[in-house]
């Protein structure tokens, strides 16, 4: 089962890159925990999670071709 | 009521020419009474010492598109208004050139005023877009909205 | 703040052209960080099975100028604006037309919308200001602000 | 001791000329009575006065060169 990351603004500083695939991740929590372990600095953003464009508030199963998203804090207008 | 989708982006500033242009389309639209017109410009904040000279936004846009639309929808449900536009800088964008516009016309005034401040008030705090503060020096910050 | 009078009637339609050349002279003036705009625009509204096509405006211009005066001095005490201009059609604006323009100016939004709101209400309340509603076979009545 | 009229709008269809002088008159209230006698038309019109280009909301003296404003409901905007 694969899924789609992609991140924006402070988050794309920190992966250096901006969207890749990765499997094996059944939910929004379980991907945070992964991905904290691979990037630490995460641990100390704020950040919240999108699933195919809808933000999502509490922990959420994932599957096969979702996209998550990384969201910092908005700052349009 | 004008529905239709368009393309909120806009690359680079938005110009008083484009503003113009937007205001003369609607005097075809003799049932409207009153335009409220948001405009959000950027300022020069000073940050620990350096002066801001361009805000440089980046989104993701296809969540931002569906997220203007729903916003879009929302205000018509709730407010008497039209005519609905909301167009919003991608890119850099200098000190004192305007990166949001955003325009409500209703037959009375109240509605169009009313539309104008919830559009803003969401736009702002629900739509995925990042702007970075750009110093003289190159060096910048990543904004946040207050 | 700036708080030079200036004089308010303008001869018949306010122009997209004119606005926007009002928007532009604000891209110096980097401290500020929103505007807000709203634009009074000449609705064809049926009154017994007449249509209106334009509103003749008449004025007490001495007074009126004297209250836009009065009204921009309050707005200033009241809110934190940058900016703030006031431009009301006097004579003929045809259906479509717009013939008020109040631009108010400020580093956050908050101030410039709910200055806005201050002042068109206060306008339509206490400026000497007639309109005629004409009609097509050039009959009219005194407008009503409701 | 003489003043100045001007009336605008409906009332300026009503009297026929938008300004003119009288004299002899000491309060706005001895004014508007003495306007119903000349247009009886007045009567039937709802409107506010200004003395030197101030709304009065009651019976106002008069003084040498006043100015008296006649205003039917404002409608600008």
New interface residues.
Partial sequence: MEITILVFGQIKEITGIAAWQISGIKSTEELAAKLVMQFPELALMKYAMAVNKILIQTDTELNENDTVALLPPFSGG | MEKKKHTVFISGAIT??F???S??K???????????????????DVIDGKMVVAID????E???E?KFNEIREAAFAKYEIICMHIY?SIGIVK??????FVFT?S???KE??EA??YL?NR??????????EVFEDESYV?????
């Avoid at chain 2, 936004?57 to 993701?60: N, P």
């Avoid at chain 2, 000190?95 to 949001?100: A, D, K, R, V």
């Avoid at chain 2, 736009?123 to 970075?132: A, N």
């Fill in positions: 008083p020419i503003i113009a242009d205001i003369a609607h005097s075809s639209k003799t049932s409207i009474g009153g335009h409220n017109i948001f405009l959000g410009q950027v300022r020069n936004y980046s989104a993701y296809e969540m931002a569906q919003h000190t004192g050139e305007i990166s949001l016309s037959a009375h005034r169009a005023i104008s401040t803003v736009i702002k705090e629900e739509v995925p877009v990042w702007g970075k990543w904004k946040k909205n207050t």
